[in-house]
């Protein structure tokens, strides 16, 4: 099972948060894109771009920070960040 967790935060306070699980035989790439989307519709946002800081830190450590450099329109929040909780 891939369990990916993202959660919103304002002022080091977190707002919002959620677990979008996915058991398909994708690749991780794929479950992480699917989330990802799932959790923009959750939480009715606009997509986020992925800039190379945000890969890199993905590749990293699992865990990525969504600022409002990542996203088109403006955001009421400090960042989105999602972190891999658990993979297959």
Same mark, same amino acid.
């Given at each position: 099972? #891939? %369990? /990916?967790?993202a %959660? =919103? #935060?304002?002022?080091?306070?977190? /707002?919002?948060?959620?677990?979008?699980?996915d058991?398909?035989?994708?690749?991780?790439?794929?479950?992480?894109?699917?989330a990802?989307?799932?959790?923009?519709?959750?939480?009715? /946002?606009? *997509?986020p771009?992925?800039l190379?800081?945000?890969?890199?830190?993905? *590749?990293?450590?699992?865990?990525?920070?969504?600022?409002?450099?990542?996203? =088109?329109?403006?955001?009421?929040?400090?960042? /989105?960040? =999602?972190?891999?909780?658990?993979?297959?």
């Amino acid at each position: 099972m #891939f %369990r /990916l967790w993202a %959660r =919103i #935060f304002q002022d080091n306070h977190m /707002l919002k948060d959620t677990c979008i699980e996915d058991g398909s035989t994708d690749t991780r790439t794929h479950k992480v894109f699917r989330a990802l989307e799932e959790i923009c519709y959750e939480f009715d /946002l606009g *997509k986020p771009i992925w800039l190379d800081k945000t890969v890199s830190d993905f *590749k990293r450590h699992s865990k990525a920070r969504f600022t409002q450099d990542n996203f =088109i329109e403006s955001i009421d929040f400090d960042y /989105l960040e =999602i972190q891999v909780i658990e993979e297959d």
